[in-house]
C-alpha cells in the first residue's frame, strides 16, 4: 500500500537547465496537486490536475513551468530553464475522487546551482 | 492573497512539558488542518476540523476550531523528543475547496 511516491528526492540543475520531478499518487487517487515550499516558508499551491486535466493552474508561475499527469504514468512537474530562486522544495500530494483528503509525497528538493 | 498567522514561530521546550501554538487569519475558513513535518519528509496530517467550536484529539494532541471560523489551536500534552518537527496549519476556505492556505509553521524542538 505504497503511498504518494516523488522522485528524484534531490535533483541538483545549472542554471538554465530543465528540471523534471515526478508523482505517482496513491493507489485509487485521481486527482494529484503540486504544491512548492520555499525555505523556512509554508507550502504554497501550485497546480491541481485530474487524468489529462488541469483543473487549476493559478498558482504556477506564467513562465518556465508546466504540469501534466497524463492517462498512464506519473504526473509530472517541468520547469525549463531554471534559475537560482527556482530552489526550493516541491510536495505532490493526491486525493481521491471524493473529497479533498489529501497525502502528500516525501517531495523532490531542487537546488539550482 | 490569503494568509494564514502562525505563532510562535520556534519554540524550545523541556522533554514533559505541554505546548500550545495557534493560527489565525482574517478569512473565515470551512476546514482547518494541523500537519507535522520531519525533516526531508513530507507534511502527516495529524488533526482535521470540520465545525467551528470542535474539539478533537489525537493521543497528546488536542486541536480545536475556533468559534469565528478564523482560528484553531493545537496543544500538545507531555511532550517526548520525537515531537521534534515543524507544525503547520492549513485552511479551507470553502467547504469543498481543493486549495489548502497554509501557515508558516511552528519549529518545536523538544530538550531531553
Known amino acids: 500500500n505504497a503511498g504518494v511516491m516523488q522522485n528524484p528526492r534531490h535533483l541538483v540543475r545549472r542554471r538554465g537547465q530543465e528540471a523534471r520531478l515526478r508523482c505517482s499518487p496513491m493507489?485509487?487517487?485521481?486527482?494529484v496537486y503540486w504544491y512548492r515550499q520555499l525555505p523556512e516558508e509554508g507550502l504554497k499551491f501550485m497546480v491541481y490536475?485530474?487524468?489529462?486535466?488541469?483543473?487549476?493552474e493559478s498558482g504556477m508561475p506564467k513562465e518556465r513551468f508546466s504540469a501534466e499527469f497524463p492517462k498512464e504514468g506519473p504526473s509530472i512537474l517541468r520547469i525549463q530553464q531554471v534559475v537560482r530562486g527556482d530552489s526550493a522544495a516541491y510536495f505532490c500530494?493526491?486525493?481521491?475522487?471524493?473529497?479533498?483528503?489529501?497525502?502528500f509525497g516525501s517531495g523532490t528538493r531542487l537546488t539550482v546551482v | 492573497g490569503q494568509q494564514l498567522n502562525q505563532s510562535p514561530q520556534s519554540m524550545f521546550i523541556q522533554e514533559g512539558e505541554d505546548v500550545s501554538m495557534n493560527c489565525t487569519s482574517s478569512?473565515?475558513?470551512?476546514?482547518w488542518l494541523w500537519y507535522k513535518q520531519d525533516p526531508g519528509e513530507g507534511p502527516v496530517l495529524l488533526i482535521a476540523l470540520y465545525k467551528a467550536g470542535e474539539l478533537t484529539s489525537n493521543g497528546r494532541l488536542t486541536a480545536q476550531f475556533g468559534i469565528t471560523r478564523k482560528d484553531s489551536f493545537l496543544n500538545i500534552s507531555a511532550s517526548i523528543p520525537s515531537d521534534v518537527g515543524i507544525y503547520f496549519c492549513?485552511?479551507?476556505?470553502?467547504?469543498?475547496?481543493?486549495?489548502?492556505?497554509f501557515g508558516t509553521g511552528t519549529r518545536l524542538k523538544v530538550l531531553a
Open positions: 492549513a485552511g479551507q476556505l470553502s467547504s469543498g475547496t481543493y486549495k489548502y492556505i
Open positions: 493507489k485509487g487517487h485521481s486527482h
Open positions: 500530494a493526491s486525493s481521491p475522487p471524493i473529497g479533498f483528503r489529501y497525502t
Open positions: 478569512s473565515i475558513f470551512n476546514t
Open positions: 490536475l485530474q487524468k489529462e486535466n488541469i483543473i487549476d
